[in-house]
Each structure stands twice: as C-alpha cells, then as structure tokens.
C-alpha cells in the first residue's frame, strides 16, 4: 500500500501555484498515449495535490453498465454497478459527494472495505466528463484533516484534463483498431478474390464467374476447373454465416474440391460425401454449406451434377424454353454419413446453364419483399442471347432494379456456361 505524500502546496495563498501545477499536468498527461499510464499519473497526482491517502479512478463499462478501477491505490481492479455506493451515485447523478464522517454513511459501499481491510472515513467524488457525458469519477480516501470546498473545486478541475486524456486517447485506440481491422479486412477480400478463378479458355463451351459479396468479405465461391481428360468441372457454393469464418470455410471447401475433383475417381457422390466428412469433422455445427458440383463430358454433351440444397440451376435451351435442376439433397457440413445422388442430363449446341446463389434470387426491396426465381427464369429467357459475358451483369442489374436501392443482404453469385 502507497502512503500518502504532504500536499504539494499549502491550501492558503497558494491559488496560483496550485492553477499552474494543475496546468503543467495537463500538458504532460496530453502527451501520453497509454490509458493504464493516464490513469495513474491522474491518481498520483489528484492524491498529492489533496494529501489524500488513496486516490481511485473509475471507469464506465457501458457494455455491462458497471464502473470498474482501471488503477486504486492499495486495492486490486473492483468492479461496482453504476449507482452503488458513493462513487457510484456521483456518476449516476452527475454530482460532487464530500463526506468526512464515511463510517457513519449509509451511502458507503462497506464490502470493499470488509475485503480489503481498508478503513474509509473521508471520501470525496467529483464526476469525470467528456464531450458532456460523464464516463467515471476520481474518488479521494481519507484525507486526516477532512476534505473541503477548495479539495472538491481543485479535484474537478484535475477531473475535467484527465476525462479528456482519457476519452480522447480512447477515442484514438478505438480508431486506430478500427483503422487495422478494416485494412485486415482489405487483406482478407483481397485474397478471397485471387481465390476466385480467371475464366479459362477451353474448346466447346464459354463459361463466367461472377460473385459481389454483401459485405468485406463473403461467404459465396465458385470454381471453373478444366480437367486432365477433356472434361470440365464447375462448382457454387454457399457458406453459412457471413464474414472472415465463413470466408475460411469457404477457402478450405474450394481447397478441398480441387484436390477431390481432381483427383482418379470422378464420381460426384464419393466426392461430395468425403467433402461432407472432412467439414463435419472440422467445423462448428452451425457452419456448413449449399454446394452444386457439376462435370462437363468431354464431348460437350452431357452434364452429370449433384447439388447439395443449391438453388436448382437455370438450363436455357436454344430454341428459348428453360428447364430447371430440381432435383437436390442436403448441405455438406450438417451430420455425419449423409449420402448423395449424381444426376445426368443432356446438353445440346447453344444450351446456356446458369447457377445463382440465393442472393440473387432472394434479393429484397425496402418493403422486404422478395425477388423471386420466375423473375430470374424470365430475365434469362429475355436475354438468352445476349454474350455470355454479360449475362451475369444483367442478372444482378434486374434483381438491383427490384431492390430499388435497398441494402444488398446477401452475397450474389453467378456462374454461367454456354455449349458450343
């Protein structure tokens, strides 16, 4: 335990000398950049200039409503509700306490002393405030000739330069954190866009990928993999959840489909059930994912898929007529030993094959309404022969025409392939 040191100065005749030291404090704590040092030299100092014993400052968590000493002299780190005891009151109501007979004060919050086995008598509280809230209060104990008038106005003057340290270097912490968590999201989507393929170039189809995420970083992926023996895989997927731990669920699942789909065996239900495994093995229960997988014959002319609770992909023929891929079973990521069926159709010369993620096709207007999949299904068939290239432009424009300028709530995501 700290012992108190004399007054700096004595009370009378000492106004100017007071003002300055007060003053020189002022400038030296605007030079410090850590609270825990703010908050101790504003203690040190407030206890020296009063010939108190103790000085506390207290801080407002408003997340729990509590005030909490970031420094006591003598006593460890307490927490209190706001409005418990003295210094809880003087922040609560904003209001200077000055008691010289503590002992016999009901206001007194006694459990700090019964556990530190300090004995208050004199305690004086002045509110702590910035910007014109009032964020803590420095609290004064014993003082053996009792606290005064002059005290209190003096300690409030030293509570209005330590309050704007306090909050200005914490407004500067916030923004500095803020200023590196939005550069590591920068990072974070700058990656996740590499991750995303450029589209190849291959014989006997054209295909593009498309994925404007709702926020920093998205949940959606796709993938467009030409394969050793002439034929061609495509993949789209939905993580559940938003942000970077569906972004990592999202890297390992496009990681883990590669090496899967390229790899001897090409059959879609293995892959999609050793897919299923490895997640559910590796990954909290609420994240999983929708997954389409298809393959490409060599030839062009057949489709062999499985979609794993995907929105049930857009088959545009060329004489205009649209069929849909209904069939379907569940995410990947959800249980165990689940099992899936692969399905075959048939492709043609001029067949346009579309795959949306729910936020196209789901996307809302300010009267929460939803754009529904007959919209989808008659703006691909309006623009069937538009450039593959711009199909999924158009899709996302039609659905933003819809939202009318409401906030994107999810990721939208496009991959289209035309058959030659």
């Known amino acids: 335990m700290s012992s108190a040191t004399p007054p700096l100065v004595a009370e009378s005749g000492k106004d100017d000398l007071l003002i300055r030291s007060i003053f020189e404090h002022a400038a030296r704590i605007s030079r410090e950049q850590q609270i825990d040092e703010l908050v101790r030299l504003n203690a040190d100092f407030a206890r020296d200039l009063a010939g108190a014993d103790r000085c506390s400052l207290w801080l407002i968590d408003e997340a729990s409503q509590q005030m909490w000493t970031r420094l006591a002299h003598g006593i460890e780190t307490i927490r209190v509700p706001v409005g418990a005891g003295l210094v809880g009151r003087c922040v609560q109501e904003d209001q200077v306490f000055l008691v010289n007979d503590a002992e016999n004060d009901p206001r007194l919050l006694r459990t700090i002393d019964q556990k530190s086995g300090y004995r208050t008598r004199q305690v004086l509280c002045v509110p702590m405030r910035a910007e014109g809230r009032v964020i803590g209060a420095m609290q004064l104990l014993n003082k053996p000739t009792g606290f005064t008038e002059t005290d209190a106005g003096l300690l409030g003057l030293l509570a209005q330069f330590a309050a704007s340290a306090i909050d200005t270097e914490r407004l500067r912490q916030e923004a500095e954190r803020s200023r590196l968590t939005m550069h590591e999201l920068a990072l974070a989507r700058e990656v996740q866009a590499r991750l995303l393929p450029q589209c190849p170039v291959v014989s006997g189809l054209d295909c593009v990928g498309f994925c404007r995420p709702a926020h920093s970083i998205g949940g959606d992926y796709y993938d467009l993999l030409p394969l050793d023996d002439g034929q061609f895989a495509f993949t789209l997927g939905d993580v559940a959840g938003k942000g970077i731990p569906a972004a990592v669920m999202m890297a390992s699942i496009q990681t883990l489909l590669r090496s899967l789909l390229q790899s001897c065996t090409r059959d879609l239900s293995s892959v999609m059930a050793d897919l299923n495994q490895t997640l559910y093995g590796s990954s909290t229960a609420e994240r999983y994912s929708t997954l389409f997988v298809g393959i490409i014959s060599a030839d062009r002319r057949k489709l062999t898929y499985v979609n794993g609770g995907d929105v049930p992909p857009f088959l545009v023929h060329a004489d205009g007529t649209l069929t849909r891929l209904a069939e379907s079973g569940m995410p990947v990521g959800i249980m165990p030993g689940v ?16 795959l949306v993620s729910d936020g196209i096709v789901e996307a809302r207007n300010q009267a929460e309404e939803f754009w529904d999949e007959p919209a989808a299904e008659r703006t691909l068939v309006e623009h069937a022969g538009e450039a593959l290239a711009y199909l999924p ?28």
């Open 339 to 354: 099992t899936w069926e692969h399905f075959t159709v048939p492709l043609a010369a001029g067949d346009t094959l579309v």
């Open 393 to 420: 432009e158009t899709l996302c424009r039609a659905a933003d025409r819809f939202a009318g300028g409401a906030e994107q709530y999810d990721d939208m995501t496009i991959v289209a392939l035309r058959i030659h």
